[in-house]
């Protein structure tokens, strides 16, 4: 633990920096999870026992229409054992759902609408699922989603095992343990295992914590911020009480529109600011100087 948290690790200075969270999740409107026991490599969908020209076709398919692709796996022992794995179909925009469904052949997902699906269709597929947290732990892309991934889950896995699954890469190494709720897409960082049960318990009553919260990937990054900061402002964690609506662009910041069910409506100056010392966004990468997004609602 103690080398993993040192300020030579990308998260261990992301910490000590006290660097922000908000805007900082991956853009997807939906998400596919497949199943794939095993070892994965840096590049799990081309790297793993998952055949590559499968899984190269399955993420030019979904990423075209802002599908995201993850291979995912239960905690415990990784043995490729064969046989049907499942598959976690979501959609994270208010309003979304998450299926599931087993399969014999992976194959079969490329008969997936992915058009349809980005759009918020599923179309019958699977059967409606509970909400689950996706836990980054693939160590051959980041040391610290492999190690305090790993911690994390081994903390939570056993009385939480229906709900959690590893998974290959949700970005933001930095902020490791990184975790995605679904079908939400709310997606955390530096999580404890306390976070993890106040997130899924708050997911199950149809609210979202903000304890950790990064954002909601259906947004973009200036749209996660402005939401958080709406949500903040008003103690508001109904998960589907707002929407990001249009943003324009001025010298100074971007202006995001943030709606709320009742009506009322809210303008949010979005600003990026880059942040001092460089330091590394992944173990092994050089420094760079990352950009936080500063949110203030500026008026109603």
Not at 29 to 38: H, P, S
Not at 265 to 273: D, K, L, P, S, T
Request: aromatic letters at 4%.
């Amino acid at each position: 633990m103690r080398s993993t948290t040192a300020e030579t690790t990308c998260a261990g200075l992301a910490r000590a920096l006290g660097e922000p969270l908000p805007g900082t999740a991956a853009v997807a409107t939906a998400w596919l999870c497949l199943e794939q026991r095993g070892p994965w490599g840096h590049n799990a969908l081309l790297q793993s026992h998952l055949d590559p020209d499968l899984g190269r076709e399955l993420d030019r398919r979904a990423s075209a229409h802002g599908v995201r692709v993850q291979l995912v796996r239960r905690p415990g022992p990784h043995a490729d054992t064969g046989g049907p794995r499942q598959v976690l179909l979501g959609h994270s925009a208010p309003g979304g759902w998450l299926r599931e469904r087993t399969v014999d052949d992976p194959a079969e997902l490329l008969g997936l609408d992915f058009a349809r699906i980005a759009a918020g269709r599923h179309d019958g597929w699977g059967e409606p699922a509970d909400p689950v947290l996706l836990v980054c732990t693939n160590g051959r892309r980041d040391r610290c989603c492999a190690v305090l991934g790993r911690e994390l889950v081994e903390r939570v896995g056993e009385h939480r095992r229906e709900a959690i699954w590893e998974t290959t890469h949700t970005g933001g190494h930095r902020f490791a343990p990184a975790a995605v709720l679904l079908p939400t897409g709310y997606t955390y960082g530096r999580l404890t295992s306390h976070q993890v049960d106040s997130a899924l318990a708050a997911a199950a009553a149809g609210k979202v914590s903000l304890d950790g919260l990064r954002g909601r990937s259906a947004w973009s990054r200036a749209g996660q911020a402005a939401e958080i900061a709406v949500r903040r402002e008003l103690g508001e964690d109904h998960a589907d009480a707002l929407e990001v609506g249009a943003a324009s662009e001025t010298d100074e910041h971007t202006e995001v529109e943030v709606h709320h069910r009742d009506g009322r409506c809210w303008r949010v100056a979005v600003r990026a600011e880059e942040l001092d010392p460089p330091r590394a966004n992944s173990c092994g990468k050089d420094a760079v100087r990352p950009f936080a997004l500063r949110a203030r609602v500026i008026r109603r």
